[in-house]
T-cell receptor, first 108, second 113 residues
Framework: RKEVEQDPGPFNVPEGATVAFNCTYS??????FFWYRQDCRKEPKLLMS???SGNEDGRFTAQLNRASQYISLLIRDSKLSDSATYLCVVNHAGKSTFGDGTTLTVKP | EAGVAQSPRYKIIEKRQSVAFWCNPI?????LYWYQQILGQGPKLLIQFQNNGVVDDSQLPKDRFSAERLKGVDSTLKIQPAKLEDSAVYLCASSSQDTYEQYFGPGTRLTVT
């Protein structure tokens, strides 16, 4: 079993839709969690950290469920520019492990 | 604030040749990471430095890969000899000492023929 697992998708949604991705992790002692965005042939860019209480940044909401060992990312009112691969990252004892990403395509 | 710099951006070599990549992290960032990203996969950590000491190199193929971070700033990653399966994007990232929020450079796209 991989340490960090994501549904690869692709998720194809119309503009304005709400879409959610989950990411499960195997190490219950994991401490820090992040979502990154990666555009085609570009480097990953930090989208947001995931806090225990959940956090929101504009149209993006991140949640952490320690009991079930997953984090989620919710995107509301999808824009064409949201099309990208979304990578989750789980950190334990200073070591970060990336998932393989979920691909989102937002269509007009 | 300048971001993470990497060079070269692209490199094509034949198998069994050697290659080196260079990274300059964000000023003041103590932690530097080298990742290998194969198409369709997430980045895989090769080596992590804290200042000029190695924190984690458990996934670095040490028979052919080496890395150093002299003076705790710039870093180089070397592959010698290269294999076909080393074709990938090599990403450098850095973070400050009190956070694991990583900032990536543009990467080096390596093709081994």
């Amino acid at each position: 079993r991989k340490e960090v697992e994501q549904d690869p998708g692709p998720f194809n949604v119309p503009e304005g839709a709400t879409v959610a991705f989950n990411c499960t992790y195997s190490n219950s002692a994991s401490q820090s969690f992040f979502w990154y965005r990666q555009d085609c042939r570009k480097e990953p860019k930090l989208l947001m950290s995931v806090y225990s209480s959940g956090n929101e940044d504009g149209r993006f909401t991140a949640q952490l469920n320690r009991a079930s060992q997953y984090i989620s990312l919710l995107i509301r009112d999808s824009k064409l520019s949201d099309s990208a691969t979304y990578l989750c990252v789980v950190n334990h004892a200073g070591k970060s492990t990336f998932g393989d990403g979920t691909t989102l395509t937002v269509k007009p | 604030e300048a971001g993470v710099a990497q060079s070269p951006r692209y490199k094509i070599i034949e198998k069994r040749q050697s290659v080196a990549f260079w990274c300059n992290p964000i000023s003041g960032h103590a932690t530097l990471y080298w990742y290998q990203q194969i198409l369709g996969q997430g980045p895989k950590l090769l080596i992590q430095f804290q200042n000029n000491g190695v924190v984690d190199d458990s996934q670095l193929p040490k028979d052919r890969f080496s890395a150093e971070r002299l003076k705790g700033v710039d870093s180089t990653l070397k592959i010698q000899p290269a294999k076909l399966e080393d074709s990938a994007v090599y990403l450098c990232a850095s973070s400050s000492q009190d956070t694991y929020e990583q900032y990536f450079g543009p990467g080096t796209r390596l093709t081994v023929t």
